[in-house]
């Protein structure tokens, strides 16, 4: 930093904010710190009083916050994502599209390691909708060594560090289990709650079967609706250890291979989640996806509706924040669960 005359200035970067004031009409901030002063700005200067500045001096090797920031956003930067205007060295990425926003967590955290910049996003792994903010870049300084935004990039690799899927499975069945509801002895309950979450994603439910608790009566169920080729299948109820609830047994005959059954998350210990050969995937939704606002369903179903195939390493992961507070007030997912 150093004093020089205002009219040498053009070129340099401004040091701090320049308050102007037009007595009735205007007071305010006229140049923010780490503007580059051109040769317009001279007059506007002097008119203020400003007959010194202080000022970054760019030296080569050196890079101002604006351009850095600019080579940082292309660090992060995938299809689908829209850049702001840069402003005090920041820029911001938004969704151009509702989809599945995901995080490379072990690149993002070598890049913030590197001193005087960093990379700021929302959770991985979750639903965000068209124009959500997705992240923000900036350097610290006013002006950062070109080296350091070469270690950036060499940290970060090729690949943006951040990526927005779109929705891929447009169709569902339903296979509702319990004796009772095939009776019609207590209304179905889950069909309304299932219908509404799937629209949220853009996934229509094409089929929905009551074929109560038989074993066999729920593998044909299930086998029904494979024939109808949907892009997911979910069956309700039965999910727990009890003798009589043979959910999971009737979806294992069916050939699925099973990836999980039960999960570090309370509510939605009991979910199985299955895949068939084609890749269709086959979930057991336990009874709390019923009635609680937020499930493990609620953290795994922007994933599935984006076409992702989840692993058991991904449910291992979902302890920390697995565990629903229970809050008076639900609001999810403005909340700690499943971050």
Same mark, same amino acid.
Request: charged share 25%; hydrophobic share 40%.
């Given at each position: 930093?150093?004093?020089?005359?205002?009219?040498?200035?053009?070129?340099?970067?401004?040091?701090?904010?320049?308050?102007?004031?037009?007595?009735?009409?205007?007071?305010?901030?006229?140049?923010?710190?780490?503007?580059?002063?051109?040769?317009?700005?001279?007059?506007?200067?002097?008119?203020?009083?400003?007959?010194?500045?202080?000022?970054?001096?760019?030296?080569?090797?050196?890079?101002?916050?604006?351009?850095?920031?600019?080579?940082?956003?292309?660090?992060?930067?995938?299809?689908?994502?829209?850049?702001?205007?840069?402003?005090?060295?920041?820029?911001?990425?938004?969704?151009?599209?509702?989809?599945?926003?995901?995080?490379?967590?072990?690149?993002?955290?070598?890049?913030?390691?590197?001193?005087?910049?960093?990379?700021?996003?929302?959770?991985?792994?979750?639903?965000?909708?068209?124009?959500?903010?997705?992240?923000?870049?900036?350097?610290?300084?006013?002006?950062?060594?070109?080296?350091?935004?070469?270690?950036?990039?060499?940290?970060?690799?090729?690949?943006?560090?951040?990526?927005?899927?779109?929705?891929?499975?447009?169709?569902?069945?339903?296979?509702?289990?319990?004796?009772?509801?095939?009776?019609?002895?207590?209304?179905?309950?889950?069909?309304?709650?299932?219908?509404?979450?799937?629209?949220?994603?853009?996934?229509?439910?094409?089929?929905?079967?009551?074929?109560?608790?038989?074993?066999?009566?729920?593998?044909?169920?299930?086998?029904?609706?494979?024939?109808?080729?949907?892009?997911?299948?979910?069956?309700?109820?039965?999910?727990?250890?009890?003798?009589?609830?043979?959910?999971?047994?009737?979806?294992?005959?069916?050939?699925?291979?099973?990836?999980?059954?039960?999960?570090?998350?309370?509510?939605?210990?009991? @979910?199985? =989640? &299955?895949?068939? $050969?084609? #890749?269709? !995937? %086959?979930?057991?939704?336990? /009874?709390?996806?019923?009635?609680?606002?937020?499930?493990?369903?609620?953290?795994?179903?922007?994933?599935?509706?984006?076409?992702?195939?989840?692993?058991?390493?991904?449910?291992?992961?979902?302890?920390?924040?697995? @565990?629903? =507070? &229970?809050?008076? $007030?639900? #609001?999810? !997912? %403005?909340?700690?669960?499943? /971050?």
């Amino acid at each position: 930093m150093k004093q020089i005359p205002t009219t040498q200035a053009v070129g340099h970067v401004l040091c701090h904010d320049l308050t102007q004031i037009i007595p009735g009409v205007y007071k305010g901030a006229r140049f923010r710190k780490g503007h580059v002063v051109t040769e317009e700005d001279v007059p506007v200067l002097l008119s203020m009083g400003k007959e010194h500045l202080y000022v970054w001096e760019l030296e080569p090797g050196m890079l101002h916050e604006d351009e850095a920031a600019a080579r940082m956003v292309r660090l992060c930067r995938g299809p689908g994502m829209a850049e702001s205007e840069v402003r005090e060295g920041k820029i911001e990425l938004r969704a151009e599209y509702d989809g599945l926003f995901r995080v490379d967590t072990e690149r993002l955290n070598a890049v913030n390691a590197i001193d005087e910049l960093m990379i700021a996003t929302r959770r991985g792994n979750t639903a965000v909708k068209v124009g959500d903010k997705l992240c923000g870049t900036r350097v610290i300084p006013l002006v950062i060594r070109a080296e350091k935004l070469l270690a950036a990039e060499a940290a970060a690799g090729e690949r943006p560090l951040l990526e927005l899927l779109p929705y891929r499975l447009k169709t569902a069945a339903l296979v509702t289990t319990g004796s009772e509801v095939a009776k019609g002895l207590i209304e179905d309950h889950f069909t309304p709650v299932l219908t509404e979450k799937l629209a949220a994603f853009g996934i229509g439910v094409i089929h929905n079967s009551r074929p109560g608790d038989a074993p066999e009566a729920v593998r044909a169920a299930i086998e029904e609706a494979r024939s109808l080729k949907p892009d997911l299948i979910l069956c309700t109820g039965g999910m727990s250890v009890d003798p009589d609830d043979n959910t999971p047994g009737a979806i294992k005959a069916t050939g699925a291979r099973i990836v999980s059954y039960g999960a570090p998350v309370l509510p939605g210990a009991m @979910l199985l =989640l &299955g895949y068939y $050969e084609d #890749r269709t !995937p %086959i979930l057991g939704l336990p /009874g709390c996806v019923m009635y609680a606002k937020a499930t493990v369903f609620d953290l795994i179903l922007p994933r599935i509706a984006a076409g992702v195939e989840l692993t058991k390493g991904d449910f291992v992961q979902m302890g920390e924040g697995g @565990l629903c =507070l &229970g809050c008076p $007030e639900c #609001r999810y !997912p %403005i909340c700690p669960f499943g /971050g």
